[in-house]
């Protein structure tokens, strides 16, 4: 069982266009992914991305803060365990 769990909620405006650079930064930190699930809003022009980390609140703090650097893209970070 993991020690730490968390969860970022990623909210992705124009994500055929910001779609890679959140890649990039999803990538940077894939060691601590456990799950993700991403469907587009309704206008399909936007995206919603759920990650399940096996990380402590700092870390899925640094993963959302890496997020928001990208414009217009909001994350939001919670520690389950």
């Known amino acids: 069982m993991y020690q730490h769990i968390s969860v970022v909620g990623i909210l ?3 994500r055929a266009e910001l779609g890679p ?3 990039e ?12 699930a991403g469907l587009p809003d309704g206008d399909k022009e936007n995206g919603i991305i759920t990650l ?3 990380a402590d609140q700092a870390r899925a703090e640094a993963v959302a ?15 389950l365990r």
Do not use: K
């Open 65 to 79: 803060a890496d997020l928001r650097r990208l414009p217009g893209v909001t994350a939001a970070s919670l520690s």
């Open 25 to 36: 930064v999803l990538t940077r930190h894939g060691d601590a992914i456990l799950s993700r």
């Open 12 to 14: 992705v405006p124009h």
């Open 52 to 54: 399940t980390l096996a």
């Open 21 to 23: 650079q959140v890649q």
